[in-house]
């Protein structure tokens, strides 16, 4: 039996608005899916770290109507290697948790921090904070029984600060903390295993034994760099960048390596592939079932 227990879609505000997040979940319902992440930091829920109650018991009277397995994807722009904003950062990932407890979530996405390249001298002690503010927010996460998923981030700009998807993992290792897990962005470790020179299926080795959430979309592993697209669509037709493609589109090899890694039990497979792509989520939901099966099949021929 696979250690994957479901799969699902993204979603969030596209205006800031609860009736547009209310209208992605209802897409997702009509297609079937089991799962869903919420990108609530797209919604005022929170404000200095504080909890806004009316707007969190609207979030919470909207996500029960539906019977959807939930995780929440916390800010898109957390940092914790950030000196300045580290305090703020933790303060807004301690009230994110209390929101997962209301709304069932067991899962809190945090993004692997980042230095800029003019950030020289604190580059020394970043690893630490990093290390320093993720104990804090899973001793706070405990008592709600919510893990931290780290997710690989991939470099941003010439002389950043970042760490490998090997790196992630050997900073998830250290902590040993039940609160915290790896989260294998599989797109994410491609595109800066093509930046760095390194061996793409190597890196995803590194971080599937210590992996409890998965975010999975397609791409072809190229670094954006200078390139801007007019349109978004231009980056898709270079194959250039984090395109969040439907699964088929890019050219990750999506069966050799659910053929191949085994995650930790209880790991959601969910699909970051946004309302852009509606009309191709339900064959990437398909696809993304088939993964879950391939995934158990290995299991189960390896334990033989």
């Given at each position: 039996m696979s250690n994957l227990i479901g799969t699902g879609f993204c979603v969030g505000s596209t205006d800031g608005e609860f009736a547009s997040l209310e209208g992605d979940l209802r897409a997702l319902a009509e297609i079937g899916v089991d799962t869903v992440e919420l990108g609530i930091t797209s919604v005022d829920l929170i404000a200095g770290g504080?909890?806004?109650?009316?707007?969190?018991?609207?979030l919470v009277a909207?996500?029960?109507?539906?019977?959807?397995?939930?995780?929440?994807?916390?800010?898109?722009?957390?940092?914790?290697?950030?000196?300045?904003?580290?305090r703020y950062q933790i303060d807004a990932a301690k009230a994110l948790a209390a929101i997962c407890d209301r709304v069932g979530a067991r899962i809190l996405v945090q993004h692997g921090g980042a230095l800029r390249p003019n950030q020289i001298a604190e580059r020394k002690d970043a690893d630490l904070c990093e290390r320093e503010a993720l104990l804090e927010l899973a001793e706070f996460c405990k008592?709600?029984?919510?893990?931290?998923?780290?997710?690989?981030?991939?470099?941003?700009?010439?002389?950043?600060y970042r760490q490998t998807p090997a790196e992630v993992a050997t900073t998830v290792k250290a902590l040993n903390h039940p609160n915290i897990v790896a989260l294998i962005d599989f797109s994410?470790?491609?595109?800066?295993?093509?930046?760095?020179?390194?061996?793409?299926?190597?890196?995803?080795?590194?971080?599937?034994?210590?992996?409890?959430?998965?975010?999975?979309?397609?791409?072809?592993?190229?670094?954006q760099?200078?390139?801007k697209g007019h349109y978004l669509q231009e980056n898709t037709a270079m194959g250039i960048g984090d395109l969040h493609m439907p699964l088929g589109w890019g050219d990750i090899d999506w069966d050799d390596i659910f053929s191949e890694l085994e995650?930790?039990?209880?790991?959601?497979?969910?699909m970051e592939i946004g309302a852009r792509y509606r009309a191709e989520q339900p064959e990437s939901l398909k696809r993304a079932r088939n993964l879950i099966a391939l995934n158990s099949r290995a299991r189960a021929v390896a334990a033989e």
């Open positions: 504080r909890i806004i109650k009316e707007r969190a018991d609207r909207l996500t029960s109507q539906f019977d959807f397995r939930y995780t929440v994807h916390g800010l898109v722009s957390s940092n914790f290697m950030d000196p300045d904003t580290c008592p709600y029984g919510v893990r931290i998923a780290l997710e690989n981030i991939f470099t941003t700009e010439p002389g950043q994410h470790a491609y595109i800066e295993s093509t930046y760095r020179g390194l061996d793409f299926r190597d890196q995803l080795r590194a971080m599937a034994p210590v992996a409890g959430h998965l975010h999975v979309h397609d791409s072809f592993g190229r670094p760099g200078f390139y995650f930790l039990p209880g790991t959601v497979l969910m």
